[in-house]
Nanobody, 127 residues
Framework: QMQLVESGGGLVQAGGSLRLTCAAS????????MAWFRQAPGKGRWFVAA????????EYADSVKGRFTISRDNARNTVYLQMNSLKPEDTAIYYC????????????????????WGQGTQVTVSS
């Protein structure tokens, strides 16, 4: 199991930006694809973005394409989510996730393929 700790959430006005950070420990971080999911009040947990272990491949939900950017620093065991042009509908708890497939070279990460979750960080976008 990989331990994941998110930070960087908060309250921001619509149109603003936030950068989420996820610090990983406990496993060889560079062996795993990483992802961000989010969960709004009363709703399920949905995919936001993912990145391959080498960082060369990324995937985004249609709702965040062009506004969010996922990146990683394997030397620092950290993955980031830069969120720009935030909208009220982006309000949710954001969860960092590590894929469970060791050495998987892609960036297709689903709820079923996640092996470890962080505790989540709240992002609130006011209108």
């Amino acid at each position: 199991q990989m331990q994941l700790v998110e930070s960087g959430g908060g309250l921001v006005q619509a149109g603003g930006s936030l950068r989420l950070t996820c610090a990983a420990s406990g496993r060889t971080f560079s062996n795993y694809a990483m992802a961000w999911f989010r969960q709004a009040p009363g709703k399920g947990r949905w995919f936001v973005a993912a990145i391959s272990w080498a960082g060369g491949s990324t995937e985004y939900a249609d709702s965040v394409k062009g506004r969010f950017t996922i990146s990683r620093d394997n030397a620092r065991n950290t993955v980031y989510l830069q969120m720009n042009s935030l909208k009220p509908e982006d309000t949710a708890i954001y969860y960092c996730a590590a894929d469970k497939r060791v050495g998987y070279a892609g960036s297709y990460v689903t709820l079923d393929s996640v092996g470890s979750w962080g505790q989540g960080t709240q992002v609130t976008v006011s209108s």
